[in-house]
T-cell receptor
């Protein structure tokens, strides 16, 4: 069965410091990975997906199949980056007719001034 | 309102009550999802509907009963719940079948079972 692990429940950095939120996965197939973010009092929303190889709000994430990781990085954190971040793995359901997301437990990032 | 909406936003109910959560998506998607978000657990997928058919039921107790009357609406009927069912219930939708499929989430219904 697939699993997503985010080892850090809480992460606190100062403004301007680099930040890395760790995500490891276990899945026997070809993984599709996402980062979702939930700002205070806002809904969960997609931040980025590995297949797009994009940078959103200065964040990047590289899929490392050898290490089964998809860590989220930003070189210079901003206060507005403070939020809950969830790593998610997308797989096909048992019937093969639909996709489903498996989420990690989330990491609460706090960027201090 | 655009996107995914959920009502009510907050709900307090006793263990003997019957209530329903409603989700509506205005994105033209063909798949809808119910998730449970508890304080100390990952987001848990409860049900998946694709083209109005239930395609996933992740061992959810029968006191939770989903209903999808059409592709835009999803309900979660609740009866004889337990205090441990208190959580944030999130609805999401997506356009199934696309490689760039993204799930869009509603704001959630915060449920408290007394």
């Amino acid at each position: 069965a697939q699993r997503v692990t985010q080892p850090e429940k809480l992460l606190s950095v100062f403004k301007g410091a680099p930040v890395e939120l760790k995500c490891n996965y276990s899945y026997s197939g070809s993984p599709e990975l996402f980062w979702y973010v939930q700002y205070s009092r806002q809904r969960l929303q997609l931040l980025l997906r590995h297949i797009s190889r994009e940078s959103i709000k200065g964040f990047t994430a590289d899929l490392n199949k050898g290490e089964t990781s998809f860590h989220l990085k930003k070189p210079f954190a901003q206060e507005e980056d403070s939020a809950m971040y969830y790593c998610a793995l997308r797989v096909r359901n048992s019937g093969g007719s639909n996709y489903k997301l498996t989420f990690g437990k989330g990491t609460l990032l706090t960027v201090n001034p | 309102e655009t996107g995914v909406t959920q009502t009510p936003r907050h709900l307090v109910m006793g263990m003997t009550n019957k209530k329903s959560l409603k989700c509506e998506q205005h994105l033209g998607h063909n798949a809808m999802y119910w998730y449970k978000q508890s304080a100390k657990k990952p987001l848990e997928l409860m049900f998946v509907y694709s083209l109005e058919e239930r395609v996933e039921n992740n061992s959810v107790p029968s006191r939770f009963s989903p209903e999808c009357p059409n592709s835009s609406h999803l309900f979660l009927h609740l009866h004889t719940l337990q205090p441990e069912d208190s959580a944030l219930y999130l609805c999401a939708s997506s356009q199934d079948g696309g490689e760039q499929e993204t799930q869009y989430f509603g704001p959630g219904t915060r449920l408290l079972v007394l």
